[in-house]
Each structure stands twice: as C-alpha cells, then as structure tokens.
Antibody, heavy 119, light 112 residues
Framework: QITLKESGPTLVKPTQTLTLTCTFS??????????VGWIRQPPGKALEWLGN???????RYIPSLKSRLTITRDTSKNQVVLTLTNMDPVDTATYYC???????????WGQGTLVTVSS | DVVMTQTPVSLSVTPGQPASLSCTSS???????????LYWYLQKPGQPPQLLIY???NRFSGVPDRFIGSGSETDFTLKISRVEAEDVGVYYC?????????FGQGTKVEIK
C-alpha cells in the first residue's frame, strides 16, 4: 500500500525559505521508473506542477521557479524534501507530493499541507 | 509551455445522465515513443486529486467503467456515462509530454 504525507511549517514570513518533507511508504527509489512529484494549489485555484525527482536522482523543475526550487531525497528515510527560497505571499498554497511510476503519473497523493506566507 | 484548456468551466448534471468534459492542448501530446501523455484527475471537495485516467484512455485501478477517456494529439474528452452523486468535484486534465507539466484550469461538476 502506497502512502505519502507532507509535513512542514504552516506559516512562513516573506523572504524566508520553505522546507517541506514528503515521507512515503509502500515503494522505493530502488525501483526503476519510480518518482515523486510536488504539486501546489493556491486557495480556490488550479493545480500547478512544481517538479519531480526520479529513481535515478534525475530532477525536473518548473522553469518559473527553477532559481528558487530544489527537490532532494533521502532514500534511507524514505523522504523527499522540497526547498523553496525567498517565499512570497503568492506562494501561499496547499502543497502536495505524489507518486509516479513510469506512465502512471501521480497515482497516489498525500493529503497536502497548507502553507501561508504572511508577515 | 503547453497550455491546457478545459471546457466547460462548470457543468450541472442530473444523476443518471451523461456528462462530457473537454481538454485541448496547445501542442500535440503524442510522444515519439508512441504514447500520449494525457491524464485526468478528480478533486473531490476537501480532498487531494485522484487519478482517473492515464495516457488518454486507461482507467486507473478501481475507477468505475462509467469514466471513459478518449482523444488524440491535442483534443481529449472525458465522458461519464451516468453521473452519480459521488462524481461531484473538479476535474483536471494534465499533460506530461513536455516540461513543465501543466494542468488545465478544471471543470467543476455538480449535481442538479
């Protein structure tokens, strides 16, 4: 059974760095084709893909955030970490992590964590 | 970026009646590997999205057969053959043909 859960601060100040952790179970980065993605959703708005990290440690990022966004993994802890620098109120959103396996993109999702950017 | 356009914005459907949702992409989603990377998700109120359809027409595990995906290259459709009360929510299409992966703005389905 695949599960994912996001954790991290619910409130950050403008210019601060956001660090979110996705802790997962039921799969491993040892399996070819596995990946974890991050997706966010501002309140009342549509979904926005942020980036993926893959079994081979390859990473893909949304270009508009590439200078601020880093996705890493800790295979020993079954965790994926999202770091977003220089936070702004427009980054207020629910942040989701999700599993993918080859062509099955985002077949399992975490419950999401709402991050508010405010002074 | 590949722009995904969904129509209609919202849809009100009588239970038991069909519904048709459209998704158009600004670029062909047909990859050189022969696969077409178009996905449909349903986000029920207060929940994360759930995968319904992958690669245009393949139902994900446990998805009822009343959900039918079709289309090719740039034009895609999700049909619900007989809408049920549990189908309410926002439906999103997504492409993973090109980075950045992009979602449509969603179609909100409600029950009359």
């Amino acid at each position: 059974q695949i599960t994912l859960k996001e954790s991290g601060p619910t409130l950050v100040k403008p210019t601060q760095t956001l660090t979110l952790t996705c802790t997962f179970s039921g799969f491993s980065f040892d399996t070819r084709g596995v990946g974890v993605g991050w997706i966010r959703q501002p309140p009342g708005k549509a979904l926005e893909w942020l980036g993926n990290i893959y079994w081979n440690d390859d990473r893909r990022y949304i270009p508009s955030l590439k200078s601020r966004l880093t996705i890493t993994r800790d295979t020993s802890k079954n965790q994926v970490v999202l770091t977003l620098t220089n936070m702004d109120p427009v980054d207020t959103a629910t942040y989701y992590c999700a599993h993918r396996y080859w062509g099955l993109n985002f077949d399992y999702w975490g419950q999401g964590t709402l991050v508010t950017v405010s002074s | 970026d590949v722009v995904m356009t969904q129509t209609p914005v919202s849809l009100s459907v009588t239970p038991g009646q069909p519904a048709s949702l459209s998704c158009t992409s600004s670029h062909s989603l047909l990859h050189s590997d022969g696969r077409t990377y178009l996905y449909w998700y349903l986000q029920k109120p207060g929940q994360p999205p759930q995968l319904l359809i992958y690669e245009v027409s393949n139902r994900f595990s446990g998805v009822p057969d009343r959900f039918i995906g079709s289309g090719s290259e740039t034009d895609f459709t999700l049909k619900i053959s007989r809408v049920e009360a549990e189908d309410v929510g926002v439906y999103y299409c997504m492409q993973s043909m090109k980075v950045p992966w992009t979602f449509g703005q969603g179609t909100k389905v409600e029950i009359k």
